[in-house]
């Protein structure tokens, strides 16, 4: 499996928040090389099934949302010019001038309008709004009513940039990062042996509700679950206290919300294994498909990693190809290695 | 045309660093034409016609784009800059960029860790860093050096009904109007200046037009069409889609009032569409241009375009089409004044 390869393909499909269908047609297809039992449920989350727990074994699932920011469409102007919604949490300053696609009857390219200097000057904009961005489709409002609907959903871009090192930017990283780790870790498992149960679950909706994974973690009814999502990697600008830092590893999550066992079981499969790893130490609920999981059904004990990552829900977002890789040794090594006695 | 203006587009040359704009435009010429290289790096062509006009003609085009000029390296590898002509910061945040060959991202503090108060503010060039994926100061300059160019990445593409985006179209239409006249079967000698360093203070044409010495001279450019919804009235300045923009006045000129009422004249005989701007605002060579020597009468054509200065410059085929249609209908004209 070329990582860099799936991962791009991964991004380069479109599903923002709610309308997730085209990557879980392309996740459905990848898992029918590692399962026969796959189930699409009604929110648009894949859950499947891997393998069957020998006995005293824990059910495991491993776990990613696939769903990815975006903006929904609201009106078309006389003009032609679309207004929109965010689908997730979008800064409005870095829509300024982007280029988009909107996912109409076919897509569109469109650019964000931005406000010409000559304006900027006489209005003394302090903030701004979803109210002031307007998508440049190029056409008038008859032609643009023959292709797009309003409730048609809008993505960044497919940029993709390989920067030095083995880095790459593109949009949707968050979570196609994670997606992707979870998929090198049935790869790397499909050659091993392992008595664990193993059900992965890719879920729909986490950047606007966790429905898709309250849903799924239902339909997993697992004994312990690991949720794989990507984390802040540190830049110039952003608090220490809350980044990892890129190239070191997955960042283990420690939180009230996570199981502390599990945390601690997870920082010693990456020290016997020698597999670089970073800690994430968040005060309450993860913000992650994690806090849905956990209080499914009876209750799911729950892990959390994730994958540095840059920019996030820009379309611009940066990770390390070697994070994905040793976020998936961690998982996969989990699996092989896990007994009874985490739970 | 299009196939021209999307060749020069792609070329990177940020003020300053024009040479491989220059060449290929050296490239493209036709045979019958001379041209020199002066100390600034303009490139000044002379075609021959089979008579000499009174009045010296100068066609200009500015062959400089806006861009960004690395200023420091950061510990972790990113890299701090400068721009290069007027950028609003605003419109890089969350771009892909191109420096010294390599690619880079500038990238933005996550809407998670920002503050209520600095989520809808304007960004400062200040905050912003060009990341191009290394991990340390020491990696960074194995792969760039203070002082290298950063040019937008962005690609030259058609959209939506007969629009087409791409960085660099502020002035490299200009230069693709010159070069197609230039081909044209024109009865009188003319020059065409291609000059440097517009972006940043109208610099390359004050030697070019010392050395060429015209009577006339007529500047090919973009200029803000700000007909977005984020306008109203007045303040949308020229619309795409409604021809060449023939304007009056600007920050930098007041133009000839004979030779904008003949730009008109001559479009209407022509049936040519053809608009005014409707605020003052911006400028263009014609500002250095017109006051040369003893003072150059000047009028600038030029091609209405949105998000002028940013990675995605909109403009109009339809609009091109009759700024290259006004040009050889006029030149004419302008040798026989």
């Known amino acids: 499996m070329d990582i860099k390869d799936t991962l791009l393909k991964l991004c380069k499909v479109n599903g923002v928040s709610g309308r997730e269908d085209e990557v879980a047609k392309l996740i459905r297809t990848t898992l029918s090389s590692y399962s026969d039992d796959i189930f699409l449920n009604p929110l648009g989350s894949v859950v499947a099934k891997i393998s069957e727990a020998s006995d005293n074994y824990p059910e495991i699932l491993l776990e990613a949302h696939i769903d990815q920011v975006g903006l929904v469409v609201t009106s078309i102007t006389d003009d032609g010019f679309l207004t929109v919604a965010n689908c997730g949490g979008i800064d409005v300053g870095l829509l300024i001038s982007q280029e988009v696609i909107v996912c109409g009857k076919k897509d569109i390219r469109g650019i964000v309008c931005s406000i010409p200097p000559h304006l900027k000057r006489s209005k003394k904009k302090e903030s701004l709004t979803m109210d002031d961005i307007y998508i440049d489709i190029g056409m008038s409002k008859v032609e643009a009513e023959k292709i797009i609907n309003v409730g048609d959903v809008v993505t960044y871009d497919y940029k993709p940039v390989c920067l030095v090192e083995n880095r790459i930017s593109v949009k949707s990283l968050d979570n196609r990062a994670g997606v992707m780790a979870v998929l090198l870790a049935l790869e790397k498992l499909k050659q091993c042996d392992y008595k664990c149960g193993l059900t992965v679950a890719f879920s729909s909706m986490e950047e606007t509700s966790g429905k898709g994974a309250a849903t799924s973690g239902y339909f997993a009814n697992p004994d312990l679950a690991i949720c794989v999502d990507v984390s802040f990697a540190q830049t110039v600008d952003c608090p220490k206290n809350k980044c990892g830092d890129m190239g070191k590893g997955p960042m283990i999550g420690i939180s009230p919300t996570l199981d502390f066992n599990l945390s601690s079981k997870l920082q010693n499969i990456a020290k016997k294994e020698k597999i670089p790893y970073q800690l994430e130490i968040m005060g309450g609920a993860t913000s992650t498909d994690a806090d849905k999981i956990c209080v499914s059904r009876n209750g799911v004990v729950t892990g959390l990693c994730s994958i540095p990552l840059k920019y996030m829900h820009s379309p611009v977002e940066v990770v390390d190809i070697d994070d994905i890789e040793n976020t998936a040794n961690l998982l996969a090594n989990f699996v092989m290695l896990c007994k009874d006695d985490v739970i | ?337």
């Open chain 2, 1 to 337: 045309m299009k196939n021209i203006l999307k060749q020069l587009c792609l070329i990177d040359g940020v003020s300053g660093r024009e040479n491989l704009v220059r060449e290929t435009i050296i490239s493209l010429l036709p045979s019958d034409c001379e041209y020199t290289i002066d100390a600034l790096g303009n490139l000044i062509v002379t075609k021959t016609g089979k008579k000499s006009s009174k009045n010296r003609i100068m066609l200009s085009a500015h062959m400089d784009e806006v861009g960004m000029i690395v200023t420091f390296i950061e510990q972790d590898g990113s890299l701090r800059f400068s721009t290069v002509g007027g950028i609003d910061p605003d419109v890089i945040v969350g771009s892909c960029v191109r420096v010294n060959n390599i690619s880079g991202v500038i990238g933005s503090k996550p809407i998670h860790l920002k503050s209520a108060q600095d989520r809808s503010k304007s960004v400062s060039i200040y905050e912003l860093f060009i990341d191009i994926g290394a991990s340390c100061k020491e990696q960074a300059e194995e792969h760039v050096n203070l002082g290298d160019v950063v040019t937008f990445d962005s690609e030259f593409l058609q959209f939506g009904e007969g629009k087409v985006k791409s960085k660099a179209i502020d002035d490299r239409f200009g230069c693709a109007v010159l070069l197609k006249l230039l081909r044209e079967d024109i009865e009188y000698d003319f020059t065409c200046a291609f000059l440097v360093q517009e972006e940043v203070g109208l610099r390359g044409a004050r030697p070019a037009t010392y050395a060429v010495n015209p009577d006339i001279a007529v500047v090919f450019e973009t200029t803000t069409a700000a007909d977005t919804p984020l306008s109203a009235g007045k303040d949308k300045v020229c619309v795409l889609g409604s021809g060449a923009v023939v304007s009056f006045m600007d920050n930098a000129t007041i133009y000839d009032s004979e030779l904008y009422k003949l730009a008109f004249l001559t479009a209407k005989e022509n049936n040519v569409l053809c608009q005014t701007k409707t605020a003052i605002a911006g400028g263009n060579d014609a500002g250095a241009i017109s006051q040369s020597r003893n003072g150059v009468k000047t009028i600038s054509i030029s091609l209405p375009c949105r998000y002028l200065h940013s990675a995605c410059c909109v403009a109009d085929e339809q609009d091109m089409d009759a700024i290259l249609n006004l040009a050889t209908k006029i030149l004419p004209k302008l040798f026989e004044l």
